[in-house]
């Protein structure tokens, strides 16, 4: 008896899989070949890939990015539903392995976009060879003086910002922050990448769950910030997402790209939410060093920057929960798998490029 052909897996799905399959392994190999990935795609084609995204979403005011990440999230709710429905309630094992096959071909579609248009990124030369850092290694002595010249910073400017006259216009701050990344002189600057409109998510409450300040959006280009967090944040975070624009795309050199372009704008804003956030990046490691050392710097902290510190905290508690450790636990591993060993740690890796940018400047040189 013939088979029909409804009755067996398609051969050509199943083939494409496969294919598709062997692509992403092809794109995980440039992992070993940052060279090529630097010269052919990151100052190549990714320059041109951003500049026709951001041609087509910079122009519509609000984040089309949230709308394709939710329309994708509740088909691929569907998809699981259906498949789990029919393979194991309604044991029909063809069809549910049809739905399978079509998940698995979806999403290794999405993965292809992803590193085409963004991810590769991840490959490329670090940014210490590429913007000429050296001197990488640094003294716990030299830690803590820089600790502390970002402390004093926070406090002085602090004191000049009255929270009364604190700017309520989101797009007036990000144009600031946009600003502040064409600012960046050479290697720093952003002269060969496009710089996309900086948008207030859609999804602003969804991101407080799961403890996220803001994303780049690799499909659409849009740099999306959560709106209801606290302002002193929202530069740097602004500054942070522009730096993934630019193809920074490990998160120690979109953090140390965000708080070089904040702290040298004259926007006192931006620089407060740099040194802000530098600041509490460096007392961490401080603290994990010498304790001893971190309640002395502590004492330097002014009530002003002190008290927006326990805002911070009391903002981002009200929504902490089950959510936000599986987005750690999700969020760590995907870092891990695009050349990031150290997963989540890595945000805290921009001390290392900020250490090697102090000495460049000659502000660790003995007295």
Not at 248 to 273: K, T, W
Not at 294 to 303: A, V, Y
Request: aromatic content about 14%; proline content about 5%.
């Amino acid at each position: 008896m013939i088979q029909k052909n409804s009755d067996r897996i398609p051969k050509l799905k199943l083939f494409s899989s496969i294919f598709l399959l062997s692509l992403i392994i092809l794109i995980f190999q440039q992992k070993s070949q940052p060279e090529l990935v630097e010269k052919y795609y990151s100052i190549g084609i990714y320059p041109r890939i951003r500049s026709g995204l951001q041609f087509i979403f910079n122009n519509i005011p609000f984040s089309l990015g949230d709308i394709l990440y939710l329309i994708l999230s509740i088909a691929i709710l569907i998809s699981i539903f259906k498949f789990l429905k029919i393979f194991f309630f309604q044991k029909r094992h063809l069809d549910g392995a049809k739905i399978g096959l079509n998940m698995i071909i979806s999403l290794e579609v999405i993965i292809l976009i992803f590193y085409s248009f963004w991810g590769l990124n991840y490959f490329r030369q670090p940014a210490s060879e590429r913007l000429k850092l050296s001197g990488m290694e640094y003294s716990k002595e030299e830690l803590y003086k820089i600790t502390g010249i970002l402390i004093d910073s926070a406090n002085s400017i602090r004191s000049k910002i009255n929270p009364v006259q604190w700017p309520q216009n989101d797009p007036e701050l990000y144009s600031e922050s946009a600003q502040a990344i064409k600012n960046l002189h050479p290697p720093y600057d952003a002269a060969v990448y496009p710089i996309p409109k900086i948008k207030n998510s859609l999804i602003g409450t969804l991101m407080n769950y799961f403890g996220t300040a803001g994303y780049f959006n690799p499909f659409t280009g849009e740099a999306q910030i959560n709106s209801g967090m606290p302002i002193y944040l929202k530069p740097f975070v602004a500054c942070h997402e522009t730096a993934h624009s630019m193809g920074y795309g490990a998160e120690d050199e979109a953090n140390f790209i965000g708080f070089i372009s904040a702290s040298e704008s004259d926007n006192q804003m931006l620089r407060y939410s740099a040194y802000y956030l530098a600041a509490q990046e460096f007392m961490f490691e401080t603290g994990r060093l010498d304790t001893m050392v971190f309640q002395s710097l502590k004492s330097r902290i002014s009530e002003p920057f002190l008290a927006d510190l326990k805002s911070e905290r009391a903002y981002w508690e009200e929504y902490r929960g089950v959510s936000r450790r599986f987005s750690s636990i999700f969020y760590d591993n995907y870092l891990k798998a695009n050349k990031q060993p150290d997963g989540m740690k890595s945000y805290n890796r921009m001390i290392i490029l900020t250490m090697a940018y102090y000495k460049k400047r000659g502000l660790l040189m003995a007295p």
